[in-house]
């Protein structure tokens, strides 16, 4: 890889032995891919994944005194996925202990690190850093150091930017130095697509099973998807940006998707179109039998598979400001269809804390407190990592939550017929 | 005996024996419950990979296509290493992954542990190698399997 002269100085340790091996980690790095040069990381901020204070990971933070001590600053200040811990999301008194006690107990003094190095601010706690509330929105053509599968394939999609599937500590240590290897989704050969995805469907796709099937035939190959458009239109707006807010996280938890175009509406499908597709692409057709294929492969990680859910989810990843009060309004009149004045499942819908200051400005916030439902910052996945939560049949919409936890998946019609109070399936 | 020549990752040798995932490795659902237990074997709880499932991890030489699951991945075998409970080698069949190449590079520079790492041993070797079998790594990325 070629450096320049300011990186060799770097690399050769004449700012420092701890600079001196994050650069080591990042040339190395970008070497295994056949990155040619570190490029500048343009974007305003960074994203990092590891937001959790598992008291059962101090070596990453071992790692990160050993930054602060040698005077290390992130070069840009950075997000962060959500907390996992908050008091309003139920859960009985021995699940707490294991919580505060023996899983996230170093939360505090990770935060505190994490402002030592250039966390944005407190508020900018989630998966869902492009949101406006939250204002991580990066530009079309930016280079970022992202972590956090949902974020950077949003990122790569929808927004137009360009980021690497990186893991945690990684996406650190680019925002650290200002600049990452060139290889991959950065590089304009990286962002062709390797399949032919033809959507066959008589009506829109749920997302999360759409973006479920897709992930899990390419895996981290980059899909072109045909055939979405006619459902979602030609222009990104607040409600297809949700629909594939959701379709991504799908696709990348379920696969390894970092980048995805939709034909006729994403950036560079609009800008490039066919052309993306490479010439020996392979080709995935879905139609309805396939989906219900997909969803009836799903495993059942429950003891009692019939059991009744004692907690449902919404919002993994977090929930826009029109998603929220779409559920509200959807639960309220499930509820009133069948007599019923509260959820009869515990729910919490989760959303970025700058989204949830805006959903309390908005009516829904008292309704939503009158349905007996919940709204929370935390992340879904962290709740369910206690192994004491992870027994409790817990139902979600998310095809992450229910890749990475024990959580039932089910499509939100039968969500909401089971949270108002319908036959649970 | 069968001899693979692969693309060295992290250099070093290794002798031990073989746990194999014919699937991808997921590192977080694979290591996650072996933190929270402080379990020094690092048995393996990815109820999702039936190859490797309740087996221990730790001082094995890990045979796998490539990783997948969270980008906490590199993180999580960081962790494992800096606690001594790394595999003694990770062989990859493809070419790693960015998720793997991250965990390889923080365990080989900022820990004190060894974990020689090979890739691009083909899919051959994934076929061939089985649970149990001997296997040596030497320096120029030649993995043999007896």
Not at chain 1, 127 to 154: H, M, Q, R, T
Not at chain 1, 345 to 363: H, R, Y
Not at chain 2, 27 to 36: C, E, G, W
Request: charged share 25%; aromatic share 8%.
């Amino acid at each position: 890889m070629h450096l320049t002269q300011e990186q060799e100085a770097i690399y050769k340790g004449q700012e420092g032995e701890t600079k001196a091996k994050i650069m080591e980690t990042l040339v190395r790095y970008g070497t295994l891919f056949g990155a040619d040069k570190m490029v500048p990381v343009t974007s305003a901020y960074g994203h990092l994944v590891t937001s959790f204070g598992l008291n059962v990971i101090s070596p990453v933070y071992d790692l990160m005194d050993e930054l602060i001590e040698a005077g290390i600053m992130a070069d840009q200040k950075f997000s962060i996925d959500p907390r996992p811990l908050d008091d309003n999301v139920p859960k009985n008194f021995l699940q707490n202990l294991v919580f505060k006690k023996f899983m996230y107990s170093k939360q505090e003094d990770y935060e505190a690190q994490l402002e030592k190095i250039g966390l944005l601010d407190k508020k900018a706690s989630t998966c869902a850093c492009y949101f406006d509330e939250v204002g991580n929105i990066p530009k079309e053509g930016d280079v970022l150091s992202w972590a956090e599968s949902s974020a950077v394939v949003y990122a790569n999609s929808v927004l137009g930017a360009r980021c690497n599937r990186n893991s945690g500590i990684i996406e650190l240590f680019g925002s650290i130095l200002g600049m990452v290897p060139h290889f991959g989704l950065l590089t304009d050969e990286g962002r062709k697509a390797s399949w032919r995805v033809e959507v066959r469907c008589k009506e829109l796709p749920n997302a999360q099973v759409l973006g479920s099937a897709i992930g899990m035939k390419v895996m981290e190959d980059v899909p072109y998807v045909i055939g979405l458009d006619k459902f979602l239109g030609h222009e990104l707006n607040d409600e297809n940006k949700t629909y594939l807010k959701n379709f991504g996280a799908a696709t990348a938890s379920n696969g390894a998707v970092g980048l995805y175009h939709i034909d006729n509406l994403t950036p560079e499908a609009k800008a490039q179109g066919e052309s993306l597709i490479l010439p020996d692409a392979k080709t995935y057709i879905i139609d309805d039998a396939e989906l219900k294929r997909v969803v009836d492969s799903y495993p059942v990680m429950w003891k009692d598979k019939t059991a009744k859910p004692k907690l449902c989810f919404v919002g993994c990843p977090h929930a826009s400001l029109a998603e929220m009060k779409d559920w509200v309004h959807k639960i309220d009149e499930g509820l009133k269809e069948k007599g019923n004045s509260k959820v009869q499942i515990p729910t919490v819908i989760t959303s970025a804390p700058g989204v949830l200051e805006e959903f309390q400005k908005t009516p829904e916030a008292s309704l939503a407190k009158a349905l007996g439902i919940v709204v929370s910052y935390i992340c879904p996945l962290m709740y369910m990592n206690n192994p004491l939560t992870a027994k409790q049949p817990v139902i979600t919409n998310s095809n992450k939550l229910r890749t990475y936890s024990t959580a039932r998946f089910y499509e939100d019609k039968a969500i909401l017929e089971q949270i108002t109070g319908g036959q649970h399936a | 005996m069968r001899k693979f020549q692969g693309r060295v990752v992290a250099p070093g040798r290794a002798k031990a024996q073989a746990l194999v995932s014919k699937q991808g490795f997921n590192t977080l659902a694979s290591y996650q419950k072996s933190f929270l237990v402080h379990d020094k074997k690092a048995t393996c709880s990815d109820q999702n990979n039936p190859d490797i499932y309740k087996k221990p991890m730790a001082g094995v030489a890990l045979c796998l296509p490539q990783t997948i699951g969270s980008t906490t991945g590199g993180m999580i075998l960081y962790t494992a290493a800096a606690y001594g409970r790394q595999p003694a080698c990770m062989l990859f069949a493809e070419k790693i992954d960015s998720l793997a190449a991250a965990g390889v590079l923080l365990v080989d520079i900022w820990t004190d542990q060894d974990m020689p790492t090979i890739d691009d041993l083909g899919q051959e070797f994934l076929d061939y190698v089985q649970n149990g079998m001997q296997i040596t790594v030497e320096e120029d990325g030649v993995v043999i399997v007896e």
